[in-house]
């Protein structure tokens, strides 16, 4: 296997060590750590205006009738609601802080909305695009609800109403999910050759995402290494989003399973928006519990990319 067929086989996990060997580059290297800091703000304020572009590119592939509801978009939701009441109430009973401090990134990883491009990967894996589409958008407005009622629960000294903590979250996706969907659908009608040439183009999306999580890796990295928690304390949060990934995954696939979707009801539940988990545990919640969906990002994308080789490798997806 040659140095190209190995980059485009383990694309995601190219880009992981892509951006940890970047930000160690740039942080460790005296005459360019100058040159890091400076370009770091660029690099964080470029991923939504990525995420919109593989986004829409993404959706040029949609069928407007494809895109309904399906059971499972609901099962999925009761789940991960269950899932995050369970985990407050542990938050809540916890007496040792670290214990709780762990619980409360745990949250974040569960409560974090669908990552809005869960699609692009699951269109790779041979899922439903427009399934995927549909149960994000459902996904964001049920965490958009969900999110700002147990936040007090948590956090008792949070001082953000209801409303205000919805709109907040609802600002974090509506740019980077619903415009591009809408735009796409529009250029359908509009321009439909020039949309058809750009849903032509193999795997242009995919690899888009590939820049945004070196991107997103590199900030990861630098954050766990500035972690001001035991090590102990450390270790859990960076181990157990490792065993929530593989749970959430299995359990979205047992249940999509049911329904003839285990791809798409896997990844949709499987793969989460953790720049919004993070957001959500640096505004409302611990800073320190951050580290836990900033863990998940890796870990879910080491799933991606092993389902991803065994589907190219076997031509199904195992799991």
């Given at each position: 296997?040659?140095?190209?067929s190995?980059?485009?086989?383990?694309?995601?996990?190219?880009s992981l060590?892509a951006g940890?060997?970047?930000?160690?580059?740039?942080?460790?290297?005296?005459?360019?750590e100058?040159?890091?800091?400076?370009?770091e703000?660029?690099?964080?304020?470029?991923?939504p205006v990525?995420?919109f572009?593989l986004?829409?590119v993404?959706?040029c592939k949609?069928?407007?009738?494809?895109?309904?509801?399906?059971?499972?978009h609901?099962?999925l939701?009761?789940?991960r609601i269950?899932?995050?009441l369970a985990?407050?109430?542990?938050?809540v009973c916890?007496?040792?802080?670290?214990?709780?401090?762990v619980l409360?990134g745990?949250?974040?990883?569960v409560a974090?909305?669908t990552a809005a491009a869960a699609?692009v990967?699951t269109?790779?894996?041979?899922?439903?695009?427009a399934?995927?589409?549909i149960y994000?958008?459902i996904?964001n407005?049920?965490?958009?609800?969900v999110v700002p009622?147990?936040l007090?629960?948590?956090?008792?000294?949070?001082d953000?109403s209801?409303?205000?903590?919805?709109l907040?979250v609802?600002?974090?996706v509506?740019?980077?999910?619903?415009?591009?969907l809408?735009l796409?659908?529009?250029c359908?009608r509009?321009?439909?050759r020039i949309?058809?040439?750009i849903?032509?183009?193999?795997?242009?999306?995919?690899?888009?995402?590939?820049?945004?999580?070196?991107?997103?890796?590199?900030?990861?990295?630098r954050?766990?290494?500035?972690?001001?928690?035991?090590?102990s304390?450390l270790?859990m949060?960076?181990?157990?989003?490792l065993?929530?990934?593989?749970?959430?995954?299995?359990m979205g696939?047992?249940?999509g399973?049911?329904?003839?979707?285990?791809?798409?009801a896997?990844?949709?539940?499987?793969?989460k928006?953790?720049?919004?988990g993070?957001?959500?545990?640096?505004?409302f919640l611990?800073?320190l519990?951050?580290?836990a969906?900033?863990?998940?990002?890796?870990?879910?994308?080491?799933?991606?990319?092993?389902?991803?080789?065994y589907?190219?490798k076997?031509g199904?997806?195992?799991?």
């Amino acid at each position: 296997m040659n140095v190209l067929s190995f980059i485009k086989r383990w694309s995601l996990v190219v880009s992981l060590l892509a951006g940890t060997i970047i930000y160690l580059l740039f942080s460790r290297v005296s005459f360019l750590e100058p040159i890091g800091a400076d370009a770091e703000p660029l690099l964080v304020g470029a991923l939504p205006v990525l995420l919109f572009v593989l986004l829409f590119v993404t959706f040029c592939k949609i069928d407007v009738r494809d895109l309904r509801p399906r059971p499972w978009h609901f099962w999925l939701q009761l789940l991960r609601i269950v899932l995050s009441l369970a985990l407050v109430a542990g938050i809540v009973c916890a007496g040792v802080p670290g214990v709780r401090l762990v619980l409360v990134g745990v949250f974040v990883c569960v409560a974090c909305p669908t990552a809005a491009a869960a699609a692009v990967v699951t269109e790779k894996l041979g899922g439903s695009i427009a399934s995927m589409t549909i149960y994000t958008i459902i996904d964001n407005v049920v965490t958009s609800v969900v999110v700002p009622l147990l936040l007090p629960l948590i956090e008792r000294g949070v001082d953000v109403s209801f409303f205000t903590a919805m709109l907040m979250v609802l600002r974090n996706v509506a740019f980077v999910l619903v415009v591009p969907l809408a735009l796409a659908l529009l250029c359908r009608r509009l321009v439909p050759r020039i949309t058809s040439a750009i849903a032509g183009v193999r795997n242009l999306a995919f690899y888009i995402w590939c820049v945004n999580l070196a991107i997103v890796t590199g900030v990861t990295v630098r954050n766990i290494l500035h972690a001001t928690v035991s090590g102990s304390t450390l270790v859990m949060l960076l181990a157990l989003p490792l065993l929530v990934t593989l749970a959430l995954f299995a359990m979205g696939k047992a249940v999509g399973h049911a329904y003839g979707d285990s791809v798409s009801a896997g990844q949709a539940l499987g793969q989460k928006n953790t720049v919004v988990g993070i957001w959500i545990a640096l505004t409302f919640l611990d800073p320190l519990s951050a580290l836990a969906p900033g863990a998940y990002v890796i870990w879910q994308n080491l799933v991606n990319a092993w389902q991803i080789w065994y589907k190219e490798k076997y031509g199904r997806v195992k799991w």
